[in-house]
């Protein structure tokens, strides 16, 4: 098996992104170029990301930063296999953006094109980072989603516990809102969280002990509305109830993890398996903590991509689109966008490649 070079493209969200990653699975692979630009000052002034802004700045964005992914490289288009790119999930007219634009550039330079489920390019990260071998288990969490899947090979998920209601970085980002944080949420509630006293306010747990490996969070989220709303809250105990509601979702996310990893164990899984975490709540350091000291008492190997890599980037996409190619698992151009693609069944529509 030969190896891989692609060109990556990531705009599901608030950012524009570009990279080159060049290798084989299963990795490590090699970052040749990262390039990702925020739109946060774009969309701070809403508190929340805005669809039609974000796609805007998308197209304002997207061929400089390609631009500058190739030069960084030091990649001409003959130098690349393959471009990839989000096809799904994400705000519909950012992905559009992205994909049109790499079906543009893979029709001009008469490349393949690999159309990316950007849940799944989180997912195999740690393949490019770590060369981490199948199977795994995987715990995703990130602003749109919370998901536990056993990771079993390139294509094949199986989803053990998601989310009833908010995602994890959802509740963080709504909580850092009721108490006056800036936009970002998550990053700035842990750092605030850090001169707080966890066990300040007696905050509900949600979901622990429950069967199954699901997440709640909306409940959590409530409960600290009404403590914020109530007269006698005084904001100078605000440090308290980021240290407590951070607690909280430590104690559920720890506890759904541990049954996803006897689930995981139960379907077979080697002595010694990995539990990965992706997406970018996965950027918290007590989270990180709190995940490192549960597998190494349950006899889990721990691997998270460094920050930068658990956020969003085109270098996982780039990743995803190494190892489709390198499967020969292409897609013809009229693959469209979608808003909505489930991991644990990703249905891609392939085409084998003539060489
Ligand atoms: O993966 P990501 O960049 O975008 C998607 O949602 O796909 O994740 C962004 C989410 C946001 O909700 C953000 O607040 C959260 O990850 N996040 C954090 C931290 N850093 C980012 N949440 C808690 N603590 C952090 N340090
Ligand atoms: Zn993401």
Redesign the pocket.
Request: aromatic share 4%.
């Given at each position: 098996m030969r190896d891989f070079t692609v060109l990556g493209l990531e705009t599901s969200?608030d950012e524009t992104a570009a990279a080159v990653v060049h290798g084989r699975a299963p990795g490590p692979g090699t970052i040749l170029s990262n390039i990702v630009f925020s739109q946060l000052e774009e969309h701070a002034a809403f508190g929340g990301v805005v669809p039609e802004i974000a796609a805007r700045a998308h197209v304002e964005a997207l061929d400089s930063i390609i631009e500058a992914a190739l030069t960084d490289a030091a990649v001409s288009p003959t130098g690349i296999d393959a471009v990839a790119a989000t096809a799904g999930p994400g705000l519909i007219g950012g992905v559009m953006v992205g994909l049109t634009t790499a079906k543009a550039l893979a029709l001009a330079w008469e490349k393949p094109l690999v159309a990316i489920n950007h849940l799944e390019a989180h997912a195999l990260t740690v393949r490019l980072t770590g060369g981490v071998g199948f199977p795994y288990l995987l715990l995703l969490i990130?602003?749109?989603?919370c998901q536990l899947l056993g990771v079993h090979e390139l294509g094949q998920y199986e989803l053990y516990g998601t989310t009833v209601d908010d995602a994890v970085?959802?509740a963080?980002?709504k909580v850092a809102k009721l108490l006056d944080l800036p936009y970002?949420?998550?990053?700035n509630?842990?750092l605030l969280a850090r001169k707080g006293n966890p066990k300040a306010f007696g905050l509900p747990r949600p979901m622990l002990g429950r069967e199954g490996a699901n997440f709640s969070f909306s409940g959590l989220k409530t409960a600290v509305r009404q403590i914020v709303r109530a007269p006698d809250f005084c904001m100078s105990s605000k440090a308290d109830l980021a240290a407590s509601f951070q607690a909280s979702v430590i104690a559920s996310v720890t506890d759904r993890v541990a049954v996803a990893m006897d689930m995981f164990r139960a379907n077979g899984a080697p002595g010694d398996p990995a539990l990965v975490v992706a997406?970018?709540?996965a950027?918290?350091g007590a989270i990180r903590a709190a995940l490192s000291q549960l597998a190494n008492a349950k006899g889990f190997q721990i691997e998270i991509p460094p920050p930068q890599l658990c956020?969003?980037n085109a270098a996982m996409i780039a990743w995803a689109g190494v190892e489709y190619a390198q499967r020969r698992r292409f897609d013809d151009l009229g693959i469209g966008p979608r808003a909505r693609w489930p991991l644990a069944n990703t249905q891609r529509r392939s085409l084998e490649s003539a060489d």
């Open positions: 969200c990130s602003g749109g989603h970085g959802e963080f980002d970002p949420g998550g990053p509630l842990e997406g970018g709540v950027a918290n956020t969003d």
